[in-house]
């Protein structure tokens, strides 16, 4: 499928997310089913939601030793899963080795890393010994994740330019907390459009609450995809 929207499933129970899941169309968006949902409920999400039709993005975050690191992402392949993610922090080992083992059973999940969580400023970065600005941070972190062989990396809309200029469009840039122009901001002080985060440089825009507590989710998805339609007409810019 074609389309750049990734549903965030940010629910606790599996539950609550089928009414919602059986109301979308797996033809016009993906799915994303974080912690709190997989620690839950397991690998029956992931069951039920393949069953449905849709591609998964499972949102782990994994980081730990290689082998560690590698065995994990090798188990959510083998569950079927589209996307999956690490962090980069991890290092050019841990990286390297889940992708490894992803080319050595011919796995075609898309493995992506995370650079820095958008919760983390400068001031954070400080706390943890790294001195470096954190767009500066995310731009070393981005290289290393190229250089390891992943697929791209999850940014913020706002570093999606940067990144699109240094990396290349085919580097994938999932960005989160996407605000469609009819949705409210909700907690989110710094947020983009559907249009502007694809413009800038985004390749997949995960979007939760907009879509997720519609009344009805699958017009509030047709919403989004008209905002995407202009960019299409236009063409995506240079952010």
Avoid: Y
Wanted: hydrophobic share 45%; charged share 25%; glycine share 8%.
């Amino acid at each position: 499928m074609s389309s750049p929207l990734i549903v965030a499933l940010d629910h606790a129970r599996l539950e609550t997310v089928l009414p919602l899941v059986d109301a979308l169309d797996p033809r016009r968006c993906r799915l994303k089913v974080g912690k709190e949902l997989f620690t839950r409920e397991g690998p029956a999400v992931l069951k039920s939601l393949h069953a449905r039709g849709f591609e998964v993005f499972l949102d782990l975050k994994f980081h730990d030793i290689p082998n560690t690191v590698a065995a994990a992402v090798h188990a959510a392949a083998d569950q079927g899963v589209w996307m999956v993610n690490v962090h980069a922090g991890g290092g050019r080992a841990m990286m390297s080795a889940a992708r490894e083992v992803l080319k050595r059973h011919g796995l075609l999940t898309r493995l992506i890393a995370v650079t820095v969580l958008t919760s983390m400023d400068d001031a954070g970065l400080v706390e943890v010994g790294v001195d470096t600005p954190a767009a500066d941070q995310v731009m070393r972190l981005a290289q290393l994740t190229q250089d390891a062989g992943l697929a791209g990396v999850v940014c913020s809309a706002r570093e999606a330019a940067a990144l699109r200029e240094r990396f290349g469009s085919d580097f994938l840039k999932v960005t989160p907390g996407i605000r469609p122009a009819f949705a409210q901001t909700d907690d989110q002080r710094r947020v983009m459009t559907p249009a502007e985060a694809i413009r800038a440089g985004s390749t997949h825009l995960v979007i939760g609450r907009p879509v997720t507590r519609a009344n009805d989710p699958m017009a509030a998805l047709s919403a989004i995809e008209t905002e995407l339609a202009e960019v299409e007409r236009t063409g995506p810019g240079e952010g």
